[in-house]
């Protein structure tokens, strides 16, 4: 495909995803009706949709419409991308620019930017800008101003199986170029070719596992005792438990639980391949198994703190969807408490940047549950090098 039919395809793509499509799907349906696209084509296209995404609000002031169409002109403005070489009509390029967005070009359409609201500039809801500008106060510009941007990749070295001389090797006979992260003894930036991750042989034969920095951090940060057995349970892919195998402590058992048991139908071939030791149980065995040293509770959120990464899911999330997560996280610190040994450890994660979710969450437990008291908290408002995460720690007093 030549570059102006991708940007063309990217038109038809965020009209299906304005129309209410999610954007994997509209993604995957494009692929499947275009068998002739190869992995770059489709690599390249993926990449034009998704920033205009992050940029969904400002794309669509420069270019004139809330469309896909609107976007794209948006969005090669804001990349600097010559229209007369995308907007030509010839082959399978996109029709060449009409009267009225030549004439919306040729105005100072980069001044009225500026005097459009914060939440347009800043590309997110009002509600959300109104939220967040309430809870971060004057941070919010640089958070919200970050998530216009793709975020970077990272690398949790798996020290059962490498070091991260070991990994960094491995990742180079692929042609995966990667650096050491300062401050994180085993964790590596993937600075080039990060799409040859899926079939790299270190991920292949689990030297590495991709996990952000953030997410990395939480775990280890935390302080195991040496032999703890340990609940991950709101376990999900499994990423944190595989984290916590790996954690200097030795933990003598890790048990992943979800309450839905689908989400973990990758975690037995992950375990096999990171050569660590997870035992998966239902709901109505965790007492049964129970108490833990630790429970980690990785609660489902709104998953603001990722939008880099899925930035579509900015745009579907309301305020009911909000106060529906604040319920369930709730209901699963209770829970998940109730598992944890007298003088164990409960630590509860979001990768949430909103303090309902967050602190304020934790405010609701303790005083549910005055016997609980936070021992540690970390809080990552989307920093460049990192998504934006919560977490704490609780023991009972």
């Known amino acids: 495909m030549q570059t102006a039919a991708r940007y063309a395809a990217a038109i038809d793509i965020l009209d299906d995803i304005i129309g209410g499509a999610a954007a994997e799907k ?3 349906r494009w692929a499947r009706s275009h068998r002739f696209a190869g992995s770059k084509d489709r690599a390249a296209l993926r990449d034009h949709v998704f920033d205009a995404l992050r940029m969904r609000r400002s794309c669509a002031a420069l270019g004139g419409a809330h469309s896909g169409r609107g976007l794209i002109i948006g969005l090669c403005l804001q990349q600097n991308v010559d229209h007369a070489q995308v907007f030509t009509g010839a082959g399978h390029a996109p029709d060449p620019l ?7 070009l040729a105005s100072d359409y980069k001044a009225a930017l500026k005097s459009q609201p914060a939440a347009i500039r800043l590309d997110c809801q009002d509600w959300v800008y109104e939220c967040l500008q309430t809870q971060l106060g004057t941070d919010v510009a640089d958070v919200l101003a ?6 970077p990749i990272f690398l949790r070295v798996n020290t059962l199986k490498s070091t991260p001389e070991q990994a960094l090797a491995s990742l180079a006979e692929d042609a995966i170029e990667a650096i ?3 401050d994180f003894k085993n964790a590596l930036e993937v600075t080039a070719n990060e799409r040859k991750l899926r079939n790299s042989q270190a991920l292949q034969g689990g030297l590495i596992e991709l996990q952000d920095i953030s997410s990395q951090a939480s775990v ?3 302080e195991i005792p040496a032999h703890a057995r340990i609940l991950d349970y709101c376990a999900g892919g499994g990423g944190k438990s595989l984290a916590l195998a790996a954690h200097p402590s030795c933990p003598s058992a890790i048990y992943a639980h979800d309450a839905a048991p689908a989400r ?4 037995p071939m992950r375990t096999k391949r990171a050569g660590a030791d ?3 149980i239902e709901t109505e065995e965790l007492r049964d198994h129970g108490p833990f040293d630790l429970v980690f509770v990785d609660a489902p959120c709104s998953g603001s703190g990722t939008w880099r990464r899925t930035p579509d899911a900015k745009w579907r999330l309301t305020e009911a969807d909000l106060e529906s997560y604040i319920k369930i996280q709730s209901e699963i610190l209770e829970k998940a408490s109730e598992f944890v040994s007298e003088a164990g450890l409960l630590c509860y994660a979001t990768c949430s940047i909103f303090t309902d979710e967050n602190e304020a969450q934790l405010s609701r437990f303790q005083a549910a549950n005055p016997c609980w008291i936070v021992t540690a908290q970390a809080r990552a408002d989307i920093a460049t090098r ?12």
Do not use: N, W, Y
């Open 386 to 397: 990192g998504d934006g995460f919560f977490s704490a720690s609780l023991r009972r007093s």
């Open 146 to 151: 970050t998530q216009k941007h793709r975020a």
């Open 26 to 28: 509209a993604l995957t």
């Open 180 to 182: 050491p992260v300062a």
């Open 98 to 104: 009409s009267a009225a967005e030549r004439a919306h």
């Open 278 to 280: 997870i035992s998966i």
């Open 264 to 267: 973990l139908r990758d975690l």
């Open 220 to 222: 280890s940060a935390l």
